[in-house]
Protein backbone atom coordinates (compact mmCIF):
# COMPACT_ATOMS: atom_id res chain seq x y z
CA UNK A 1 0.00 0.00 0.00
CA UNK A 2 2.62 2.16 1.04
CA UNK A 3 4.44 1.92 -2.19
CA UNK A 4 1.35 3.13 -4.59
CA UNK A 5 1.01 6.24 -2.26
CA UNK A 6 4.28 6.96 -3.07
CA UNK A 7 4.12 6.27 -6.83
CA UNK A 8 0.80 8.11 -6.77
CA UNK A 9 2.56 10.91 -4.33
CA UNK A 10 5.75 11.26 -6.84
CA UNK A 11 3.14 11.56 -9.83
CA UNK A 12 1.27 14.48 -8.74
CA UNK A 13 4.51 15.90 -7.67
CA UNK A 14 5.51 15.50 -11.37
CA UNK A 15 2.42 17.16 -12.41
CA UNK A 16 2.34 20.52 -10.08
CA UNK A 17 6.14 20.83 -10.87
CA UNK A 18 5.40 21.06 -14.66
CA UNK A 19 2.41 23.07 -14.03
CA UNK A 20 4.24 25.38 -11.68
CA UNK A 21 7.56 25.53 -14.21
CA UNK A 22 5.34 26.54 -16.78
CA UNK A 23 3.80 29.01 -14.77
CA UNK A 24 7.23 30.50 -13.34
CA UNK A 25 9.38 30.26 -16.62
CA UNK A 26 6.03 32.41 -18.41
CA UNK A 27 6.33 34.93 -15.55
CA UNK A 28 9.91 35.13 -14.69
CA UNK A 29 11.22 35.15 -18.75
CA UNK A 30 8.57 36.29 -20.94
CA UNK A 31 8.75 34.37 -24.73
CA UNK A 32 10.51 35.90 -27.42
CA UNK A 33 9.45 35.80 -31.01
CA UNK A 34 12.16 33.44 -32.10
CA UNK A 35 9.82 30.27 -32.35
CA UNK A 36 11.65 27.78 -30.51
CA UNK A 37 10.29 24.99 -28.50
CA UNK A 38 12.29 26.36 -25.31
CA UNK A 39 10.10 29.75 -26.61
CA UNK A 40 6.66 27.84 -27.01
CA UNK A 41 7.70 26.46 -23.60
CA UNK A 42 7.34 29.97 -21.64
CA UNK A 43 4.52 31.30 -24.27
CA UNK A 44 1.96 29.80 -21.69
CA UNK A 45 -0.86 31.95 -20.23
CA UNK A 46 -0.06 31.98 -16.75
CA UNK A 47 -3.04 32.88 -15.10
CA UNK A 48 -4.86 29.87 -15.67
CA UNK A 49 -2.24 27.57 -14.10
CA UNK A 50 -2.84 29.04 -10.44
CA UNK A 51 -6.22 27.11 -9.10
CA UNK A 52 -4.54 23.99 -10.29
CA UNK A 53 -1.06 25.20 -8.85
CA UNK A 54 -3.09 25.23 -5.67
CA UNK A 55 -5.05 22.28 -5.95
CA UNK A 56 -2.11 19.67 -6.60
CA UNK A 57 0.16 21.51 -4.09
CA UNK A 58 -2.44 20.66 -1.26
CA UNK A 59 -3.53 17.45 -2.94
CA UNK A 60 0.01 16.33 -3.37
CA UNK A 61 0.87 17.97 0.10
CA UNK A 62 -1.97 15.66 1.94
CA UNK A 63 -0.72 12.45 0.45
CA UNK A 64 2.86 13.08 1.50
CA UNK A 65 1.59 13.88 5.00
CA UNK A 66 -0.44 10.34 5.21
CA UNK A 67 3.07 8.86 4.29
CA UNK A 68 4.96 10.50 6.25
CA UNK A 69 3.70 9.05 9.28
CA UNK A 70 4.69 5.48 8.05
CA UNK A 71 8.48 7.42 7.41
CA UNK A 72 8.23 8.62 10.52
CA UNK A 73 8.13 5.36 12.09
CA UNK A 74 9.75 2.92 9.94
CA UNK A 75 12.40 4.77 7.71
CA UNK A 76 13.66 7.45 10.33
CA UNK A 77 14.77 5.26 12.64
CA UNK A 78 16.61 2.63 10.49
CA UNK A 79 18.32 6.28 8.88
CA UNK A 80 18.92 7.56 12.33
CA UNK A 81 20.53 3.64 13.37
CA UNK A 82 22.46 3.89 10.34
CA UNK A 83 23.97 7.49 11.39
CA UNK A 84 22.50 8.75 7.85
CA UNK A 85 21.74 12.49 9.78
CA UNK A 86 22.43 14.27 7.19
CA UNK A 87 19.80 12.68 4.85
CA UNK A 88 17.44 12.92 7.76
CA UNK A 89 17.85 16.83 8.17
CA UNK A 90 16.88 17.55 4.65
CA UNK A 91 13.91 15.95 4.99
CA UNK A 92 13.56 18.09 8.10
CA UNK A 93 14.05 20.99 6.11
CA UNK A 94 11.82 19.65 2.91
CA UNK A 95 8.67 19.65 5.90
CA UNK A 96 9.64 22.97 6.67
CA UNK A 97 10.12 24.14 3.34
CA UNK A 98 6.50 22.70 1.90
CA UNK A 99 4.81 24.31 5.21
CA UNK A 100 5.94 27.68 4.28
CA UNK A 101 4.77 26.59 0.44
CA UNK A 102 1.17 25.86 1.93
CA UNK A 103 1.52 29.36 3.96
CA UNK A 104 2.34 31.15 0.68
CA UNK A 105 -0.34 29.37 -1.10
CA UNK A 106 -3.24 31.99 0.21
CA UNK A 107 -1.29 35.41 -0.86
CA UNK A 108 -0.36 33.23 -4.09
CA UNK A 109 -3.90 33.09 -4.52
CA UNK A 110 -4.84 36.44 -4.41
CA UNK A 111 -2.59 38.49 -5.64
CA UNK A 112 -3.42 35.95 -9.14
CA UNK A 113 -6.67 36.39 -9.03
CA UNK A 114 -6.34 40.55 -8.16
CA UNK A 115 -5.92 43.08 -10.68
CA UNK A 116 -2.41 43.60 -12.64
CA UNK A 117 -1.51 46.54 -10.50
CA UNK A 118 0.30 43.89 -8.27
CA UNK A 119 2.81 42.64 -11.00
CA UNK A 120 6.35 42.53 -8.88
CA UNK A 121 4.35 40.73 -6.11
CA UNK A 122 3.10 38.41 -8.18
CA UNK A 123 6.06 37.13 -9.56
CA UNK A 124 7.59 37.03 -6.09
CA UNK A 125 5.37 34.63 -4.79
CA UNK A 126 5.19 32.87 -8.04
CA UNK A 127 9.04 32.34 -8.06
CA UNK A 128 9.25 31.62 -4.17
CA UNK A 129 5.86 28.36 -5.07
CA UNK A 130 7.91 27.28 -8.04
CA UNK A 131 11.53 27.15 -5.36
CA UNK A 132 9.32 25.07 -2.65
CA UNK A 133 7.99 22.21 -5.26
CA UNK A 134 11.46 22.24 -6.74
CA UNK A 135 13.42 22.06 -3.68
CA UNK A 136 10.53 19.23 -1.91
CA UNK A 137 10.46 17.72 -5.61
CA UNK A 138 14.30 17.10 -5.33
CA UNK A 139 14.72 16.68 -1.62
CA UNK A 140 11.94 14.18 -1.55
CA UNK A 141 13.90 11.65 -4.28
CA UNK A 142 17.20 12.06 -2.35
CA UNK A 143 15.56 10.88 0.50
CA UNK A 144 13.86 7.55 -0.80
CA UNK A 145 16.98 6.93 -2.97
CA UNK A 146 18.87 7.01 0.07
CA UNK A 147 16.41 3.60 1.28
CA UNK A 148 15.69 2.61 -1.94
CA UNK A 149 12.47 2.15 -2.88
CA UNK A 150 9.94 -0.16 -1.70
CA UNK A 151 12.15 -1.75 0.43
Known sequence: MITFLLIV???????LLGAVS??????????????SSWSRFRAVPAAPYVNMIVLLYLVT??????????????IREL?????????????????HVSA???????????????D?????????????????????FLAGHIVNNVKGFGL
Open 61 to 74: ASFGGYIYTIYRID
Open 116 to 136: NQNLVTRKILTALVALTVWFG
Open 79 to 95: LEQLSIRSTVGLFEIKE
Open 9 to 15: HGLLAVA
Open 22 to 35: HQAFSVLWPASNKG
Open 100 to 114: IGIGLLPAYWYYWRA
